[in-house]
């Protein structure tokens, strides 16, 4: 499939669907596919499955969390809350 720097992994879609839906798919593409941190190992070895799901490759661990990025931006926001009231760093 040609690729360009410009669309990058949109350029499958060839000149279909207006620029402004190109951008947004890339940016949620770029950013699902990337190596995510492992909770477990805290090494950059996780990688997506299935929509949702999610596997560590070094260690193995397999959980669930966004359809497209582990760590959804909610569950940080509650995850640092958690923290503040338990008095974690």
């Known amino acids: 499939m040609p690729r360009t720097k410009k669309v990058g992994i949109t350029g499958r879609f060839g ?18 596919k990337k190596k995510h941190v492992c909770p477990k190992c805290d ?3 996780v990688k997506r499955t299935a929509v949702g799901i999610w596997k560590c490759s070094k260690c193995g661990v397999v959980f669930t969390g966004g359809a497209y990025v582990p760590e959804t931006p909610m569950v940080k926001t509650a995850n ?4 503040r009231v338990v008095g974690g760093d």
């Open 15 to 32: 000149a279909r669907h207006g620029r402004k839906a190109k951008r947004s798919v890339k940016s949620i593409e770029e950013n699902m």
């Open 43 to 45: 090494r950059p070895y």
């Open 80 to 83: 640092k809350n958690i923290k």
